[in-house]
């Protein structure tokens, strides 16, 4: 079982559970894109009462949810392979350009060499793989103390911040 950080803190239970698209929503379920564009008026309620979550896989866009990121408490996205970089875009896109607020978490083959790439994007919570350990992972937050480019976060490159 993978084991998962959430606002650089390791968790022991989580309540969210990726579903299959025929199985029944239940509370903190987590859908695909697929079953969303197809019966979004009947999980609306789930939306709005902040249980219902979205899987992406990582060919899917940010841009293929727009403006309905905001109906999900949690957008997981997967990283099928560590070399997959589609996953970090789509975080960023759906930070800055749509807007998200609530929990953003990288799944799949999650490496302690990305945590940090990956909180820069715009991730928060992080299933990691699990052949990784999560106090590595953990330290792994702390690798540069400063950053020159420009992330979710901090919009100013450090050339701008400094005074």
Known sequence: MA????QQQVVGSDD????????????????????????????????????????????????LIGDDASAFALIAIDFPKFTDGRG?????????????????????????????????????SFSLRDDQDTEEALKAFSTFTRCYQTDVREPRPLFRRRA
């Open 88 to 124: 970090y875009t789509a975080a960023r896109l759906l930070r800055e350009r749509h807007g998200y607020q609530g929990e953003l978490r990288a799944m799949g083959d999650v490496l302690i060499d990305q945590l940090f790439a990956m909180q820069r994007c715009g991730f928060d």
């Open 16 to 63: 969210w559970q990726i579903i299959e698209d025929d199985a029944a929503v239940v509370d903190y379920a987590v859908i695909s894109l697929t079953r969303w564009q197809a019966e979004r008026s009947a999980l609306a309620a789930h939306a709005e009462a902040g249980k219902l979550g979205l899987f992406l896989n990582s060919d899917e866009t940010a841009d």
């Open 3 to 6: 084991r998962l950080i959430k």
